[in-house]
């Protein structure tokens, strides 16, 4: 099956500065990399995912790199803010094709603290 | 609010028992996938439900079931429960976005702690 590994497990950043968080993945068959962020008390939100088709994907503050051949991705955060404090978790696509698309294979997790 | 609706929020039992939790999907979403969060195993995938029939498993225990009704709405059901089966559980549904992919929405979760 799909493992991944997430790292650092903590992250402590000045605000305005950059984040970055480094995922691998073992199964070359996965094709779906979503990037949720998690506050307290609440369930997993999607903030950014990338097929493997594609080697980099933006949104805003929010980039998402992805290289197939070394089967690692990574999610960076640029000017960071104090509403960025949260946990962020990488996720891969967990089976074939025609396996079900929801079926993900998480990290263990990133604790971003943004300090003023 | 996510539009994913999990009840009851908190939940606290012994062991051997057994609980029902309840998700109501967002309105239109025909998947709903249950997913278990705990501190030693992060967040696994149990099982993913499609218009109520089953789709996928995942490690989900046999002293674990769930079932997706005609409404949508799903239950995941946990027997002879063990303290480690105290964790987060969380719902989700999905929509198949522009590029084919299904983008999962999830709940707030259900917190379950066996005594």
Known sequence: GENVEQHPSTLSVQEGDSAVIKCT???SASNYFPWYKQELGKGPQLIIDIRSNV?????QRIAVTLNKTAKHFSLHITETQPEDSAVYFCAAHWGGPGDSWGKLQFGAGTQVVVTP | DSGVTQTPKHLITATGQRVTLRCSPRSGDLSVYW?????????QFLIHYYNGEERAKGNILERFSAQQF????????LSSLELGDSALYFCASSVVDSSGANVLTFGAGSRLTVL
């Open chain 1, 25 to 27: 993945y073992s199964d």
């Open chain 1, 55 to 59: 080697g980099e994907k933006k949104d």
């Open chain 2, 35 to 43: 997913y278990q969060q705990s501190l030693d195993q992060g967040l």
């Open chain 2, 70 to 77: 005609p409404d949508l709405h799903s239950e995941l059901n």
